[in-house]
């Protein structure tokens, strides 16, 4: 996707703003989860992680072995810098974490690592059977799916702080129809961002927790959000959201020791 024009959807009501909404695009991979097994090292949701031979499967405070909430393998599809071209990311939560991780988890309830992959097949776990004790009973997602990608770019949005850089308030409450919708209730009709995601913009169910609090405007990268889903069996508390920032500068050295872990429901 490098050097690729930045084509995004823009409703006929907001044609007039399209040089704003330009201006405020970025690349996204909206995730869309399919139920089938996958391979060891493929992107998935669940299942079992590729976990080169050295590399031990990440556990919480509790001495419990955490589950795979997500594999990213970026050889599969091409963001642009600061993301990797190659290489898996994998994000694990705490068997506790459904049941007890209030929103803004603590760090050790969840854990990200990046591993390379190797060619020769035999260096990695084949082993898994120490997890077959652990209780997933709330585990937010039910069963494995293979992830495919598609590479697009869209406009900040509706909930994102950043939105008052491109429009301000007065613009928000403007009625732009004839039947008297608002900028607002447009834009928040086309520009949710409620997907699973890497990149991109995120979704809040109330606000963006960055906006209250400056120093958090630091994670200003959109790692991966996770949206509840009925017909794909994924869930979080009452129709939540689980995302993970990071700051652009950080994944572009490829350090994932500081990640923001977000939870959020109704």
């Not at 060891?40 to 992680?49: L, M, R, V």
Request: glycine fraction near 4%.
């Amino acid at each position: 996707m490098r050097d690729v024009k930045k084509d995004i959807f823009i409703p006929k009501e907001l044609i007039h703003f399209h040089n704003y909404l330009k201006g405020s695009a970025t690349q996204v991979a909206i995730i869309e989860p399919l139920k089938y097994a996958t391979l060891i090292h493929e992107s998935k949701f669940a299942g079992i992680p590729y976990l080169p031979k050295g590399i031990t499967h990440p556990k919480d405070d509790d001495g419990q072995f955490m589950r795979l909430l997500a594999q990213i393998n970026f050889s599969e599809f091409q963001l642009d810098h600061p993301f990797p071209l190659k290489g898996i990311l994998q994000f694990y939560i705490s068997q506790q974490c459904s049941s007890q991780v209030k929103p803004n988890a603590a760090r050790h309830y969840f854990h990200v690592q990046y591993v390379l992959l190797n060619e020769i097949d035999d260096t990695y776990e084949l082993d898994f059977s120490y997890m077959n004790r652990a209780d997933f009973r709330c585990f937010p997602i039910r069963q494995e799916m293979k992830l495919h990608f598609n590479q697009s770019f869209e406009p900040v949005s509706i909930m994102d702080y950043r939105l008052k850089n491109y429009f301000n308030q007065a613009i928000m409450n403007e009625f732009i129809t004839l039947d008297e919708r608002s900028f607002h209730d447009i834009y928040l009709v086309n520009y949710l961002a409620a997907d699973h995601k890497i990149g991109g913009y995120p979704y809040f169910i109330e606000h963006d927790f960055r906006e209250s609090f400056p120093h958090l405007q630091h994670y200003d990268t959109l790692l991966l959000q996770i949206v509840s889903n009925d017909e794909q069996q994924i869930m979080w508390g009452d129709s939540g959201i689980i995302s993970f920032f990071i700051n652009s500068e950080k994944l572009q050295r490829l350090d994932f020791s500081d990640i923001y872990f977000h939870l959020e429901e109704y």
